[in-house]
């Protein structure tokens, strides 16, 4: 068992009681691979894509095709599924803050970037619209950030600072990184570390992360992937995609 | 009535200062033919609007941009557009950046002649604060909610590519994914598409079924034929992605490769691509 295969699970658990609603992971095999050893195990109602635009009745490998085909996710259908919110959405960020506001779009000033990145993509929707959760392959400083240069992704400050129709379905879940998974405190919404990866001390969380997070008294180890869940991630990644995307 | 045109003659009816919509996304199903002929030009000073690719990458490299609005540029399996990232950062062009799901209802606003659509999206972060011109609208009704009015992305002219068409603008898709192809048309003051094949009229349901056929000749001012037309964005079924090529675009010398693909003609540019794939 490696250290991707357990971000993996912690990426699944996630999506632990969503039911029947899209699971869409974006920002890689890690996410992909959440989303579908979810629906193999806990989750058998979840609905899974094929990356591109379609809803896929069997879960396949990565990079493979689905034999059976069960729904159809056109760009267009998805905006507005991320409208509708029967959704839960795993996104990336290049800068992430203490209240989860997460940046894609540019590094430095935004009337002229250091660093030119995405855009905002669908970020500002997704999150006061659909529950979201991150998934960062290197958690360091550069990515926990006291300030992100600018947020595309809402956190829980901006969201209620912004009022009624940015918080009513604003539901940021949890932040899986290569070190830990973080969560947010239920009182101030500040990110609290809520497990460290088996091998992974609350020092080394606390060194990588360039603010001051939630720390509880009792700091759980992250579950590690059951035998069954393992098999099931070999057959899904039989080339091993995971562990390159994950830092060690 | 036929509507065929050229590449060149859908350039030359473009004014410098307009509003130009590119249907697609990121680097798929681009105009890309339109979007060359475009570069050999004399237009400038465009407002392009797009669910940017290498469409919005190359327009700005050859400073035919006065401002981008989109969501993002990318090229998918390329994250970052190089040629945009340039721009950006040494402030040449300007900049409207909207949430993906805003961008889609100022589409659809100006598809259906409406000042503004309310949404969610863009609450809270930063597009709000970029774009000081955004307003918010308070619902009339008992929820009170207070939502973003996206202003219509209204055009002078849209540029698609699809698969097929008919000479009097009728044009259809036969790839995955519509994108928001039918939007930009109905947007648009002019649409113009370009398509792999013209066939005709009695062929179109050959390749497709009726809902293949995703925009009307009511909003088709001209058809181009230009085959692979896309290149070297995705244009499926007809041809994935050329990800070789895209590669050379987005991390070779950028001098030689404006030398070898972008100094002659279309015919020249599908040669050298053709040259290419032949080495």
């Known amino acids: 068992m490696s250290r991707a295969d357990v971000c993996v699970t912690a990426c699944a658990d996630a999506f632990r009681g969503d039911g029947e609603i899209v699971a869409a992971g974006i920002g890689g095999a890690v996410t992909i691979l959440g989303t579908r050893l979810a629906r193999l195990t806990f989750e058998p109602d979840l609905i899974t894509t094929d990356g591109v ?50 940046n894609i779009s540019c590094i430095g000033p935004w009337e002229r970037p250091i660093s030119q990145l995405l855009g905002v993509r669908g970020a500002p929707g997704n999150t006061v619209c659909c529950a979201t959760s991150y998934w960062i392959p290197k958690h360091t400083t550069r990515v926990f950030v006291p300030r992100v240069d600018m947020v ?20 940021l879940r949890r932040v899986v990184t290569n070190l830990c998974v973080l969560d947010f405190d239920s009182t101030g919404g500040s990110m609290r570390l809520a497990s460290v990866h088996p091998g992974v001390s609350v020092a080394d969380v606390t060194a990588n992360t360039g603010f001051p997070l939630v720390i509880p008294d009792d700091v759980p180890e992250t579950r590690t992937p059951g035998d069954d869940e393992l098999a099931v991630l070999d057959r899904l990644d039989p080339a091993g995609q995971r562990h390159k995307e994950v830092a060690a | ?98 949430d993906e799901g805003m961008f889609m209802f100022g589409l659809l606003a100006a598809a259906h002649r409406l000042p503004f659509l309310p949404t969610r999206a863009g609450l809270g972060s930063d597009v709000m604060r970029v774009n000081p011109d955004l307003r918010t609208v308070r619902s009339p009704y008992a929820d ?70 995703l925009i009307s000749r009511a909003f088709v001012a001209g058809v181009v034929e230009t085959p692979n037309g896309a290149h070297f964005t995705s244009c499926e079924p007809d041809y994935g992605r050329d990800e ?20 002659g003609d279309e015919a020249a540019y599908q040669e050298a691509v053709n040259e290419r794939g032949r080495q």
Request: with cysteine; aromatic share 8%.
């Open chain 1, 53 to 102: 635009c379609l809803l896929t009745g069997d879960v396949p490998p990565l990079n493979e095709a689905p034999e059976v085909i069960e729904g159809w996710l056109p760009f267009r259908e998805h905006l507005w599924l991320v409208l509708n919110g029967r959704r839960h959405v795993m996104l990336g960020a290049s800068q992430i803050d203490r209240h989860g506001n997460t």
């Open chain 1, 152 to 171: 595309s992704g809402v956190g829980h400050d901006r969201a209620a600072a912004a009022g009624l129709s940015a918080y009513r379905h604003h539901d």
């Open chain 2, 1 to 98: 009535m036929s509507k065929e045109m050229t590449a060149d003659e859908v350039a030359g009816s473009l004014r410098s200062g307009m509003t130009i919509g590119i249907g697609g996304w990121g680097s798929r199903r681009k105009p890309m033919a339109l979007v060359r002929a475009i570069l050999r030009s004399s237009v400038t000073d465009l407002t392009v609007v797009s669910y940017g690719g290498p469409d919005v990458g190359l327009l700005c490299a050859y400073g035919k941009v006065r401002r981008v609005v989109a969501p993002f540029v990318t090229m998918d399996s390329i994250p970052l557009e190089p040629r945009f990232r340039i721009a950006r950062q040494t402030g040449t062009v300007e900049f409207t950046e909207y």
């Open chain 2, 144 to 213: 009170g909610e207070e939502l973003i009015a996206v202003p219509a992305l209204t055009m002078d002219v849209a540029l698609v590519h699809l698969n097929r068409a008919d000479r009097r603008g009728n044009a259809q898709y036969l790839g995955p994914d519509p994108y928001f192809d039918d939007l930009y048309a109905k947007a648009a003051d002019r649409c113009y598409v370009s398509c792999e094949r013209i066939v005709d009229t009695t062929d179109l349901l050959k390749e497709g079924p009726p809902q293949s056929l």
């Open chain 2, 244 to 263: 070789a090529f895209q590669r050379a675009y987005a991390t070779g010398d950028w001098d030689a490769f404006r030398a070898r693909y972008l100094s």
